[in-house]
């Protein structure tokens, strides 16, 4: 059974931090790219950090560059999501899959069937 389970988001204010993971069952983890996506209210769902499937090489949404890191281990199926200098503009839902693009060129997931829940979080001014 395929599973993936977002957690960690929180209710936290400006220049706040959080780290969220994502911990995955039924998927070849360690064969795939993984990457973090969101949505905000109103607003669709965006890719803006990927992992390669080695864990070298990552990739960033221009947005969040400098502030977010992904990382990963495939040991325990688990993807992570270090969160800081959060702004407003960050409150989303969270989200994991396996991307499209094996070399993270692109954060996409366009065939992914199995979205966990997410995770909120939310950034107070």
């Known amino acids: 059974q395929i599973q993936v389970a977002e957690s960690g988001g929180d209710l936290v204010q400006a220049g706040g931090s959080l780290n969220v993971s994502c911990i995955t069952s039924g998927l070849k983890f360690a064969d795939s790219s993984w990457g973090w996506f969101r949505q905000a209210p109103g607003k669709e769902r965006e890719g803006i950090a990927c992992i390669m499937w080695s864990g070298g090489g990552t990739t960033y949404q221009s947005a969040v560059k400098g502030r977010f890191t992904i990382s990963r281990d495939n040991a325990k199926n688990t993807l992570y999501l270090q969160m800081n200098d959060l702004k407003p503009d960050d409150t989303a839902t969270y989200y994991c899959?396996?991307?499209?693009?094996?070399?993270?060129?692109?954060?996409?997931?366009?065939?992914?069937?199995?979205w966990g829940q997410g995770t909120q979080v939310t950034v107070s001014s």
């Open positions: 899959a396996p991307v499209s693009s094996p070399y993270c060129t692109v954060v996409t997931a366009p065939n992914f069937k199995y």
